[in-house]
């Protein structure tokens, strides 16, 4: 049975830091690719970061060099270092394979409850 818990998010002020976590089970990083999405107060969904099986991993325009992705594969973790946040990167937050958004925004249900990160001005 797969489960993915998040975890790792909270209530920060502009400029602070947060590191997401996110423990998979019923399946392994050499399985399949993984990513980080994120679903705003609007309800859009955004790819954050994807890791390919290979350990290639691109960002977002909006989070590169802001956010760091990373997965220890022995611990079937991934984690997401979110650095100089801004209240624009307020969402929810989701690890998932990379096969979730149906359509420009719209993603289809996640496996996992999500972590809420709130970034107050």
């Known amino acids: 049975e797969v489960e993915v818990v998040e975890s790792g998010g909270g209530s920060v002020q502009a400029g602070g830091s947060l590191s997401l976590s996110c423990i998979v089970s019923?399946?392994?990083?050499?399985?399949?690719?993984m990513a980080w999405y994120r679903r705003g107060p609007d309800h859009r969904c955004e790819l954050v970061s994807s890791?390919?099986?290979?350990?290639?991993?691109t960002y977002a325009p909006s989070v590169e060099r802001r956010f760091t992705a990373s997965q220890d594969k022995a611990k079937n973790t991934m984690y997401l270092q979110m650095n100089a946040l801004k209240p624009e990167d307020t969402a929810t937050y989701y690890c998932?394979?990379?096969?979730?958004?149906?359509?420009?925004?719209?993603?289809?249900?996640?496996w996992g409850q999500g972590t809420q990160v709130t970034v107050s001005s």
């Open positions: 998932a394979p990379p096969d979730r958004e149906v359509a420009p925004g719209v993603c289809r249900n996640f």
């Open positions: 019923g399946f392994t990083f050499d399985d399949t690719a």
């Open positions: 890791i390919q099986r290979s350990g290639s991993i």
